[in-house]
């Protein structure tokens, strides 16, 4: 066996996260299929042993913390390293004879080939594709190395467990290793690791593959890693040949992009960066019986979350309304009905977050589910509006009804206890969150010298959210004919709205301060917090223009995006999670908000700024988040160091962003769409949307640019009558 790099000698114990490494900065590629996915580095390993970036999980769990490759004259070189939007990767690797042990008369320098293929589908499949180049036979070897920490994907990101459950040796047989580990939970959790044929040396933390290769001859070896856990369903994983595997996963993945929006434009880039966006999303669902749910992002945020899959849905409903449907659906069933100070769970509370790993089954997180969200239950109210006016799908709005109208109580009651009107949050206990907003780190929340706000703390765009469904409860009680209930949620929005521009706005700087404290004091530091504002269409047009000039200006664009909080902040740092990075979801909002406040230029220049930066990451896919630092010549947008990528909601962006600069507003309840002030990007000539669904409508939209003007036109429709207005207004 190849000598072995530093691994956890699991039978020890765990390791204390402080000595397990850190998360690397090496790229990474990134497999998803239903609950499972892996992180590996552009080789296709899980190295160094234990990385807290790294793994291949399943239901929050880690089960091959390690797997590293080794080969005769090694290591190899990586000629080229991908995945398809299908999820599959390629890794193309070659050794040299020089490192084999010289140059003969006549042998090629590269004289092996090495590609290494891996996808999910019921399990991990790890292909090894070996060819000899070389005029003349050759004896070789090829080593893997593997280790399984089964840590809770809670541990993964670095949280301390004073005990941990009992492992056991790992089991051996000619063409299998199975480690095993018994949990605080009471479940026992398994790794198999299985191969095709058996390996010429197989021991519990490593395999060996002697070979013999004809000149021009080709082997392959093949590897399983199936995940089980008693107790639950196990992941079924038949004995299928590696080909058909890739092509069930190619399958779903066309099936999907069948049923959505098909967009085509002058910039084939532009459409992959829309179509990986696509994909993305359906790779981040979850299966839920009849429904997909949405994943909010890998690595660690693999779980179903309240807020990121209620504004997730939200872009994508012009695309992939299903995931609306399916989203509130799940929503709706987990809705808090009981009082729970240790979950924070209260009636009509949305949750925030659904863990099912040996942590939250063994009660050492709140996550079963925890509820300490502030802003998921009023964007439970605003997706399902949203959603009926793209979809006329009355059955479903009905139904879920009664869980908008919980959802407004908790609003008034629960999340109002001083009864000021505002909505505020305060965890219970110390293992909540303490900041409950959608900059839930612990200082996103500051004033400007980056002092922390004291709790109850009243966010500014959570009273835009509040307004923003108070007005759309109302109209979907009128477009239900339950007329009745209506008016005084309209009288109560707009007194909320009122409050919010008396008690946030800044007449000094003309903008919205980002929260009230304990004290009632206003925090008025300057973040794209107030952005938000837009987007709820809560405040006054002269006040959301001034907060369009302000967000548009160097303070806070950088070139590549709006940042979270404006440069000359005390508590400014572009490298931060949420003090001055840029998050694509958060930009989108924005944008959608000046679209809608009739200042399409400003929307497209967010839209255009943002796309810049995707082509210059992975797949032309942008991240969660990345750095604030201003966009100069001839650089590049600068990565966070452990952004999730994909995020559900950063894949949703650009769908958002471009749904707001086509501005495109249904109400498929009358049969109708405005295109208000189309635009499209500077050299995008044409974008044609096929199969766009408003009601039981499927149209395609066409939108052509001449100079500074967009026109928009409509080839084909079918299906029910629908109207098409299209307005350009003083701005178009």
């Not at 530093?6 to 497999?31: C, F, I, Q």
């Not at 089991?171 to 390996?199: C, K, Q």
């Not at 809560?538 to 950088?558: D, E, I, K, N, W």
């Not at 909601?649 to 962003?657: K, P, R, V, Y």
Request: aromatic share 10%; glycine share 8%.
């Amino acid at each position: 066996m190849p000598e072995r790099e530093a691994a956890p000698d699991l039978l020890l114990g765990y390791l204390h996260p402080a000595s397990k490494p850190e998360a690397t900065t090496v790229e990474k590629l990134v497999l998803k299929s239903g609950e499972l996915f892996a992180v590996t580095d552009l080789n296709g390993d899980i190295a160094p042993a234990g990385a807290r970036d790294q793994g291949f999980f399943f239901r929050d769990t880690r089960f091959l913390s390690f797997l590293k490759l080794s080969v005769a004259g090694g290591p190899p070189v990586v000629l080229s390293s991908q995945t398809s939007p299908d999820y599959v990767t390629q890794v193309d690797m070659t050794v040299t004879s020089r490192s084999f042990g010289g140059v003969f008369s006549g042998d090629p320098v590269n004289f092996l080939h090495l590609r290494r293929e891996q996808l999910i589908e019921g399990c991990l499949i790890d292909r090894y594709v070996l060819t000899n180049y070389l005029t003349r036979p050759l004896d070789y070897w090829m080593a893997l190395e593997f280790a399984a920490d089964f840590a809770d994907v809670f541990e993964v990101r670095g949280a301390f467990r004073p005990r941990r459950g009992i492992y056991e040796e790992p089991h051996v047989e000619p063409d299998r290793v199975v480690w095993r580990y018994r949990g605080l939970d009471g479940r026992r959790y398994e790794t198999e690791l299985l191969f095709e044929a058996p390996p010429f040396r197989l021991e519990g933390r490593g395999a060996r593959f002697d070979l013999h290769l004809g000149s021009n001859e080709s082997t392959t070896i093949e590897l399983r890693v199936n995940p089980l856990i008693r107790k639950v369903r196990e992941l079924p994983a038949p004995r299928l040949p590696f080909g058909e595997r890739r092509a069930a996963v190619r399958e779903l993945d066309r099936a999907f992009h069948a049923t959505c929006t098909h967009i085509e434009s002058c910039d084939p880039f532009f459409d992959q960066a829309l179509h990986q966006a696509i994909g993305d999303l359906h790779a981040l669902g979850l299966p839920d019986g009849e429904r997909r749910l949405l994943s909010a992002g890998i690595p660690w945020y693999a779980a179903p979350f309240g807020r990121d899959s209620l504004i997730t849905a939200y872009q994508a409903l012009p695309f992939a309304p299903g995931l609306a449907r399916d989203s509130l659906a799940f929503l709706a069933a987990h809705q808090g009905r009981k009082v729970d100070e240790t979950t924070e769970e209260e009636p009509g509370r949305i949750l925030h977050e659904l863990r099912v790993g040996e942590m939250a089954e063994a009660r050492e997180i709140p996550h079963v589910p925890y509820y300490g969200s502030v802003d998921a239950t009023p964007l439970f109210v605003i997706l399902l509006h949203e959603y009926l006016l793209w979809t006329d799908d009355k059955e479903t709005v009905r139904a879920l009804l009664p869980a908008a109208e919980a959802a407004i109580d908790w609003m008034r009651r629960w999340a109002d206890r001083d009864a000021d009107g505002f909505l505020e949050y305060q965890r219970h206990g110390e293992r909540g969150l303490y900041n409950q907003g959608w900059k839930d780190s612990a200082d996103g929340v500051c004033f400007p010298d980056g002092t922390r706000c004291e709790a109850p703390i009243a966010l500014v765009e959570v009273q835009g959210y509040a307004v923003d469904a108070y007005r759309r409860m109302a109209m979907l009680y009128r477009l239900l004919g339950i007329r009745g209930k209506a008016r005084p949620l309209l009288e109560h929005a707009n007194a909320l709205a009122h409050q919010l521009d008396e008690a946030f706005w800044l007449p000094e700087t003309e903008f919205y301060g980002l929260a009230l404290d304990r004290e009632k004091r206003l925090a008025p530091t300057l973040t794209s917090n107030a952005g938000h504002l837009l987007w709820s269409k809560a405040v006054p047009g002269a006040r959301a223009q001034a907060v369009a000039r302000r967000l548009l200006g160097p303070s806070f664009h950088s070139g590549w995006g709006l940042r979270t909080l404006a440069e000359g902040q005390g508590a400014y740092n572009p490298l931060s999670y949420h003090n001055g990075t840029i998050w694509p979801h958060d930009n989108s909002l924005v944008a959608m908000g000046l679209s809608s406040y009739g200042l399409p230029h400003g929307a497209l220049e967010v839209f255009e700024a943002l796309y810049g930066a995707a082509q210059y990451f992975r797949l032309r896919r942008l991240p969660e988040l990345f750095c604030g630092l201003p966009r100069k010549a001839g650089e590049f947008p600068v990565q966070y160091p452990v952004a999730c990528s994909p995020q559900a909601w950063a894949s949703g962006a650009l769908l958002l962003l471009l749904r707001a600069a086509l501005g495109l507003h249904p109400d498929a309840t009358h049969r109708k769409v405005t295109i208000k002030n189309p635009h499209l990007p500077m050299g995008m000539r044409e974008l044609t949307l096929r199969n766009l669904r408003i009601g039981e409508t499927r149209l395609d939209l066409r939108f052509t640019r001449e100079g500074e003007g967009c026109f928009a036109a409509v080839p084909s429709v079918e299906g029910a009558p629908l109207e098409v207005r299209i307005a350009l207004g003083r701005h178009g």
